[in-house]
């Protein structure tokens, strides 16, 4: 049943009526009584008999005889319920999308013709928390764990073809990589290798995740791939259809409305197509004789799922790809300390250019901080744009050739402070941080909206601001004002460019709106490395790092003229890693360190959030592992707080059951305050 609630993440048995019979299969939408309320549920086993020794009721309704919910992804939903301490209800919700009646009616598109031999029709699936299956009037439906499916086979369950094979003859880019032709000859033999890749400055990674679908489909298998948000997709979107043609795969987004996402996902679960494509959406997709499943970008925040159990596309899509015996592929222009894991436990093969390879195809990357710069100019410690940064930016703009400039806030001074004593500028209201948003404009609080125009700094008394940081327009303005008769362009939240066109220009964007230019940046500047560098955040360094290669990465290879100046200290370990662009270096570093402080991935953190006393009931409910700290409590947001648990990886099962056991007895009792559980939340200060 569709009631969330830890107490009930169980299955139910219900009898099937007769009349209900025909079309009470697994994995269709019913509706149950429950508690004297009609509910919405699952279907999820028919059997000849229940266990359960009382009364049993009757299904009330088929809502729609179309089984959407597949065997794989029900048992995928339940491990990740179990995973994250959450309830198979909440992750059905993320994994099938509402129903849209109309798209249901539509004409189907006749499927393609099988590969090899048919899928066979395994045994029915069970579903969801609290789902709904019964014992019957005629066989019986149970709600119990559903038969597993054949692991070597995902998806046999589902009697769904796969579309012909392509032929898949050049591994084409990825032979820059030594492991990349044998990885791409695997896919395609039906094998599953599984890989983390490092992708060269200037690669075509659409293209090359293209490739790997095409072998895999080569191989008679379907695959999904989620990338971080629309841009991403839409040039893998370009990218598959130029390989394999229209109509072989579609796109899952949450963006894309009701009705063409429930098509999207229809098409995929009658086995229409064999690949599915989209941002975190996707990574329950349904798709038969699953293969492959590939994640680009893999550090990208968009992936963590804001809704509970809060499940991060990574993880999920590993978690599927041992349940289903799939192939998988992590990649992006970084390597995150979860991928460095995979790598270091053997559980994938890191996929890497060799030197000469990078030298030729990476920029000559330079750094302001170090002795030499220092001694040339001495104000580049200090300088938001040292000479060098301006001298690159000046000759390769007097070249012919576009610059980009990356800043990390957007807006005209997202932060200022009183001029006099530098004290941060806060709203008298409700402390919130004042910001400019124009030249012109009065100091307005970023949090409540509140306009304070007749600002006094409380420490002393001064009336005037300064920038505390400069956001991309006050950027764009600044450096507009330096090379007269550029054309410059801002890309950010308020406008994203996709490409620009080659010559003489400034682009201003903010991390992740980078656009394309037409052959190539002559130059990237990056600016306000602090503002990254300096987060309260774990992740602080490696998310710096990311930010800097993925825009490095869109400049012209060093022998060709591209050059990157970034205006940090030469010494610390991002630069490095970006100036030897080496992300295993670095990921191989940070995952050192959180060993030894340890921080995930190293071992397993959940974080228990909520008023002081409802976290204190919780954990005094959970009968926690032997081996479990509890640190804090540490102050959260809207008053409440924060404690960590935190156990050794080999304990993470015992940990989430733990927890989600706690809750369940809350629950029960109806404790009024409720409290969030994340297991291994990308924020843990």
Known sequence: MDVPLPHLDRPFDYLVPAGLAADAVPGVRVKVRFAGQLVDGWLLERVDASTHGGRLAYLEKVVSAEPVLAAEVLRLARAVADRYAGNLADVL??????????????????????????????????????????PAAGPSATADPPAAADPAVPGAGDGIGVPPRPVVTDPRGWRDYPAGPAYLAALADGRTPRAVWSALAGEDWAARYADAVAATLAGGRGAVVVVADARDLDRLDAALTALLGPGRHVTLSAALGPARRYRAFLAARRGDVPVVIGTRAAMFAPVARLGLV????????????????????????????????????????????????????????????????????????????????????????????????????RDTLRADAPVLVQVP?????????????????????????LALRAADAPPACRWCGRVVAAYACPQCGGRRLRA?????????????????????????????????????????????????????????????????????????????????????????????????????????????????????????RELAERRELGFPPAVRMASVTGDADAVADLLAQARL?????????????????????????????????????????????RAAEPVRLQVDPLSLF
């Open 93 to 134: 919700r993320l994994a099938v999308p509402p129903r849209h009646a109309r798209v249901e009616k539509e004409p189907r598109a006749t499927p393609a013709p099988a590969v090899g031999p048919p899928a066979s029709v395994g045994p029915p699936a069970s579903v969801g928390p609290p789902a709904a299956a019964a």
């Open 294 to 393: 590939a994640i680009w970008d893999d550090g990208d925040d968009l992936h963590a799922e804001p809704r509970a159990p809060y499940p991060h596309a990574r993880e999920v899509l590993l978690t599927r790809a041992r349940l289903s015996g799939a192939a998988a592929l992590v990649g992006g222009w970084t390597r995150t300390a979860e991928g460095q894991l995979l790598v270091e436990t053997g559980w994938a093969r890191e996929v890497v250019a060799d030197r000469a390879t990078l030298r030729a195809r990476t920029p000559a990357i330079a750094p302001t901080g170090d002795d030499p710069q220092l001694a040339r100019d001495p104000g580049a410690a200090t300088a938001r744009l040292p000479s060098l940064a301006w001298t690159t930016a």
């Open 468 to 588: 505390a940081v400069t956001g991309a327009r006050r950027t764009a303005e600044e450096l507009g004002r330096a090379f007269p008769g550029v054309p410059v362009r801002t890309s950010g939240r308020d406008e994203v460019l996709t490409d620009v066109p080659a010559g003489a220009g400034l682009v201003i964007a903010t991390p992740g709106a980078e656009p394309v230019a037409e052959g190539g940046y002559g130059a990237v500047l990056l600016l306000d490395s602090w503002a990254l560098l300096t987060r309260a955040d774990l992740r602080a360094g490696e998310e710096t790092l990311r930010r800097w290669l993925s825009a490095a990465a869109l400049a012209r290879p060093a022998p060709a003229g591209g050059k990157v100046v970034v205006v940090a200290d030469g010494a610390l370990a991002p630069v490095q890693a970006l100036l030897r662009w080496d992300p295993g270096w670095f990921a191989a």
């Open 409 to 433: 806030r957007r807006g005209y001074l997202p932060s200022v402070s009183c001029a006099d004593c530098r004290t941060p500028a806060r709203c008298p209201h409700c402390s919130g941080p």
């Open 625 to 669: 592992p032997d081996e479990a700290e509890v640190l804090g409590p540490v102050p959260a947001d809207q008053d409440r707080e924060r404690m960590l648990v935190r156990v050794p990886r080999s304990r993470a099962a015992a940990l989430a059951e733990a927890l989600h056991v706690a809750a369940g007895v809350r629950s029960a009792r």
